[in-house]
T-cell receptor, first 114, second 117 residues
Framework: AQKITQTQPGMFVQEKEAVTLDCTYDTSDQSYGLFWYKQPSSGEMIFLIYQGSYDEQNATEGRYSLNFQKARKSANLVISASQLGDSAMYFCAMGAQAGTALIFGKGTTLSVSS | DTGVSQDPRHKITKRGQNVTFRCDPISEHNRLYWYRQTLGQGPEFLTYFQNEAQLEKSRLLSDRFSAERPKGSFSTLEIQRTEQGDSAMYLC???????????????FGDGTRLSIL
């Protein structure tokens, strides 16, 4: 069975600093996708970044990058130059095949202070 | 490009009543998903459709829950005889079906928050 583990309930960072949010996963599939979503207090889930299991390079999207270590089954999200608007809940998720259900972790609350 | 739209945003009802939620996906997306999220947890998958066909249902989807997507566009999720434990955020997402994940992430709506009195 697939599983996503996010061990950091909360993280605190100052503006302009970088922060890493941890995510480990468990699957017996060879092909899978890893995703990060942001959920502000307003509730909407915002797609941030995706990494495929066969992608050799780490994904990057603006200030977001995904530190993918396949052997360790980890897919950590790195946010560079944190902004106050980054304060939100962040979820790591995994899908076995394109278009099927996503399995989510419990999330990490990120608080950015000035 | 309008996003995924869900209605209503909030629903308060008494235990035992039936409720129905609606989701309008991104227009070109042929896959539609329902998730449930309780406080302090990540979303949990309920069911998904490709066009009008319901392809998968989670064990979480008890007999009191039913979802439809009659014309392959909008979807409805109905909960009959609501219980206290049904209080949650119900999220809808949509995506394009395809061979790879890379350009087909699931895009979520703002959710419907259900409160059972």
């Amino acid at each position: 069975a697939q599983k996503i583990t996010q061990t950091q309930p909360g993280m605190f960072v100052q503006e302009k600093e970088a922060v890493t949010l941890d995510c480990t996963y468990d699957t017996s599939d060879q092909s899978y996708g890893l995703f990060w979503y942001k959920q502000p207090s307003s509730g909407e889930m915002i797609f941030l970044i995706y990494q495929g299991s066969y992608d050799e390079q780490n994904a990057t999207e603006g200030r977001y990058s995904l530190n993918f270590q396949k052997a360790r089954k980890s897919a950590n999200l790195v946010i560079s130059a944190s902004q106050l608007g980054d304060s939100a809940m962040y979820f790591c998720a995994m899908g076995a095949q394109a278009g099927t259900a996503l399995i989510f972790g419990k999330g990490t609350t990120l608080s950015v202070s000035s | 490009d309008t996003g995924v739209s869900q209605d209503p945003r909030h629903k308060i009802t008494k235990r035992g009543q039936n409720v129905t939620f609606r989701c309008d996906p991104i227009s070109e997306h042929n896959r539609l998903y329902w998730y449930r999220q309780t406080l302090g947890q990540g979303p949990e998958f309920l069911t998904y459709f490709q066009n009008e066909a319901q392809l998968e249902k989670s064990r979480l989807l008890s007999d009191r829950f039913s979802a439809e997507r009659p014309k392959g566009s909008f979807s409805t999720l109905e909960i009959q005889r609501t219980e206290q434990g049904d209080s949650a955020m119900y999220l809808c997402a949509s995506s394009l079906a395809g061979a790879s994940f890379s350009n087909q992430p699931q895009h979520f709506g703002d959710g419907t928050r259900l409160s059972i009195l």
